[in-house]
């Protein structure tokens, strides 16, 4: 595979279930991130790692919980959410976190929260 | 805060004619403006992009044009085509190198 893959596409979750968000990229990059994408409003950025390491926690609630054990595999750790943590998760990559890397976009996790 | 303001929200337009996105951007350190496109299912790639020692920058049948002092820049679309039909988002780049995004733009290509 190329690109950026994401899994599952679709998941439905109680509030009290604990599932998990997997993203895996095949190019090479050094850097990737988690986004919430919710209707009409602007991409939200979670978290960014660069070689392994967080870099950035934008105030995300603590029921979500990131983790990256290598520089191609990211995932997103969810537990106890709320409704209006219903959205579009998407992950992607990039070759650096410096200002003008292209971020590659996975197709993202429509998430509902019932 | 940072923030980027897109408009409009939603944009139709009859096959061939132009479109034209617009966005400021309140961040006067801003240096990096991309324009990504979402189509349904897919998550968004990049388009076009702008750096700010540049005013305008082309390609094929899409263009940017940045304003620094205004703070604005936009996207330009001309003959458009069924398969521009997408959501467009543009992004400034702020503390951190992270993007600060727009709120996107529904583009609609009318037959």
């Known amino acids: 595979e190329t690109g950026v893959t994401q899994t599952p596409r679709h998941l439905v979750m109680g509030m009290t279930n604990k599932k998990s968000l997997k993203c895996e990229q095949h190019l090479g990059h050094n850097a990737m991130y988690w986004y919430k994408q919710s209707a009409k409003k602007p991409l939200e950025l979670m978290f960014v790692y660069n070689f392994k390491e967080q870099t950035e926690n934008n105030s995300v609630p603590s029921r979500f919980s990131p983790e990256c054990p290598n520089s191609s595999h990211l995932f997103l750790h969810l537990h106890t959410l709320q409704p209006e943590d219903s959205a579009l998760y998407l992950c992607a990559s990039s070759q650096d976190t410096s200002e003008g890397y292209e971020q590659y976009f996975g197709p993202g996790t429509r998430l509902t929260v019932t | 805060g940072e923030n980027v303001e897109q408009h409009p929200s939603t944009l139709s337009v009859q096959e061939g004619d132009s479109a034209v996105i617009k966005c400021t951007y309140s961040?006067?350190?801003?240096?990096?403006f991309p324009w990504y496109k979402q189509e349904l299912g897919k998550g968004p790639q990049l388009i076009i992009d702008?750096?700010?020692n540049v005013g305008e920058k082309k390609d094929q049948r899409i263009a940017v044009t940045l304003n620094k002092t205004a703070k604005h820049f936009s996207l330009h679309i001309t003959e458009t085509q069924p398969e521009d039909s997408a959501v467009y988002f543009c992004a400034a780049s702020g503390s951190n190198y992270q993007l600060i995004w727009g709120a996107g733009t529904k583009l609609i290509i009318k037959p």
């Open positions: 702008i750096r700010s």
């Open positions: 961040d006067s350190a801003s240096n990096y």
